[in-house]
Every structure is written in C-alpha cells, then in structure tokens.
C-alpha cells in the first residue's frame, strides 16, 4: 500500500496567521491518465470528514478560498492563508491513484 | 444537496457480522462510486471497500474475505457485511461518494460507531 506521511503531527497557529500541511506520498501519485489523484479533507471536532481540495489543486464546491493545495509527484502541500476559528481541527491527505486508496495520519490544526 | 444517511448496530460481540446501511438521498447511485471508510477511536482513516455504478465491488486486500458490499438501486442504498468481528474492528464507519474510481469522496454519512465486545 502506499504510505501517506503527514507533518507536522500538530500545528498551533495564531487566528490570521498562516498555516501549512505537508504530504509525502511513498509512490508517485501521477495515474496513468496524467491525474494525480491527491485530496485533501478537514475533520471538525465530532464530525465526519469534509472533502476541502481534490487532485491536488481544485476547492471542492463552497470550501473558502484561504484553502489551497500544491505539489506534484510526492510531495503536496495544504495551505491556509489566514487560520479561522472554524479551521480546528484534523486534516488527511488521501490518495487514490494506487490501490487500495489510503490516508495521511493526520494534523492537527489548534488555536494558539 | 446531495446526503448520505447511514444506520447499523452499535454493538457487537466477537465473531458476529457488522451490517450497515447507507442511504442516498438528493442524487442516484447510478455513475458514482460508494466507499466504506473506518475511524478507530481517537485514530485515522482506512478505507474499506466501495461498489461501483454498475454493482462492481472492491475490497481493501487487509480485510481478506471478511467483506462484501451491496447495492440496491429501487432504494437507492447500499451496504456493508464485516464479519468474524474483534475487537479490532471497533471504530466509527462511514460511507461516502466517490465521483470515479481512486478519486476524491466528495460527500459522506454522518458516521455510525460500532463497538465490538464481549
């Protein structure tokens, strides 16, 4: 299976501030159609997971645009222009390009 | 707006089969593809299996020959059987949308938490 490693574990941000979220995936994510099929998704506290960025670029239908992903091949980045109180809470990168598809252990985004 | 509704049992005993339902309200199963997704308590995601439009089905290898997903298109649901249970298995499932195959899962269910104990 493809190993998806996130850092950091946790990331305490000032509210306006910046933040970012790496990912590396163990395996290329560029499928065979010239897709590279990363997504990113936030968990709020008591919530299911929300689908935020797909193929490592595109916002998802009414995600705020203070989100955007980068990168290519292994690497990809989740940033957060300017953290809001509602932003807490865990972010997963997942892949699909290999099968099964699998996640990012996590981090954690907390309010300084 | 597209929403996924899910129910099951919450509590299992070893060796007993988990069975979940997910319902699809705002939308078809037709063309898309519908993932299982687990949550160990206080852990991260694994995927499970998903069924596609036309009732094909993929299983995560690590399951072995525990699983088996179905589909009902006259209701509009589907579903997930684990089974020989442990605990192990206990955690929150969740179903969700995929737009194809290896995508993004663009919508989920709320969640159900299944605990397994003797």
């Known amino acids: 299976d493809v190993v998806m490693t996130q850092t950091p574990l946790s990331s305490p941000v000032t509210l306006g501030q910046p933040a970012s979220i790496s990912c590396r995936s163990s395996q290329s994510l560029v499928h065979s159609d010239g897709n590279a099929y990363l997504s990113w998704l936030q968990q709020r506290p008591g919530q299911p997971p929300r689908l935020l960025i797909y193929k490592i670029s595109n916002r998802f239908s009414g995600v705020p645009d203070r989100f955007s992903g980068s990168g290519a091949g292994t690497d990809f980045t989740l940033r957060i222009s300017r953290v809001e109180a509602e932003d807490v809470g865990i972010y997963y990168c997942m892949q699909g390009t290999h099968f099964p598809p699998t996640f990012g252990g996590g981090t954690k985004v907390e309010i300084k | 707006q597209v929403q996924l509704q899910q129910w099951g049992a919450g509590l299992l005993r070893p060796s007993e089969t988990l069975s979940l339902t997910c319902a699809v309200y705002g939308g078809s199963l037709s063309g898309y593809y519908w993932s299982w997704i687990r949550q160990p308590p206080g852990k991260g995601l694994e995927w499970i299996a998903e069924i596609n439009h036309s009732g094909g089905a993929n299983y995560n290898p690590s399951f072995k020959s525990r699983i088996t997903v179905s589909g009902d298109r006259s209701k509009n649901q589907f579903s997930l059987r684990l089974s020989s249970l442990t605990a192990a298995d206990t955690a929150v499932y969740y179903c969700?949308?995929?737009?194809?195959?290896?995508?993004?899962?663009?919508?989920w269910g709320q969640g159900a938490l299944v605990t397994v104990s003797s």
């Open positions: 969700a949308r995929g737009v194809s195959y290896g995508t993004e899962l663009d919508y």
